[in-house]
């Protein structure tokens, strides 16, 4: 099965940027759409956004559009979320996804499920 690890997380001021990647190993990552989640402190775990396995779809929560945006490099294993004009409230634990069934993906606009995770990054943003 695909192993996920992200990474880039740290802590940043409220307006700043951050990437966040995501590398795959163990299977074609190209077979997969990925998804990214977060989970703030003291909440559930919440659905940020996903891109199919080409690329060609991305989808987006209504609190992230405009500001995150969701790439892909097959040829390097990695998804990537770029976040812009972070907000304290955008503080969590980021996770990334993957599933084989891209058309479930694409159908249910990103929210999965997925059958593989990461284990989080950190993303901390102060006021």
């Known amino acids: 099965q695909v192993q996920l690890v992200e990474s880039g997380g740290g802590l940043v001021q409220a307006g700043d940027s951050l990437r966040l990647s995501c590398v795959a190993s163990?299977?074609?990552?190209?077979?997969?759409?990925m998804g990214w989640f977060r989970q703030p402190p003291g909440k559930e775990r919440e659905w940020v956004g996903a891109?199919?396995?080409?690329?060609?779809?991305?989808f987006y929560a209504d609190s992230v559009q405009g500001r995150f945006t969701i790439s892909r490099d097959n040829d390097k294993n990695t998804a990537y979320l770029h976040m812009t004009s972070l907000k304290p409230e955008d503080t969590a634990v980021y996770y990334c996804?993957?599933?084989?069934?891209?058309?479930?993906?694409?159908?249910?606009?990103?929210?999965?499920?997925?059958?593989?995770w990461g284990q989080g990054t950190q993303v901390t943003v102060s006021s």
């Open positions: 163990g299977r074609k990552f190209s077979n997969y759409a």
């Open positions: 996804a993957a599933d084989r069934d891209n058309h479930k993906v694409v159908i249910t606009g990103g929210k999965g499920p997925y059958d593989h």
């Open positions: 891109i199919s396995w080409s690329g060609s779809n991305t």
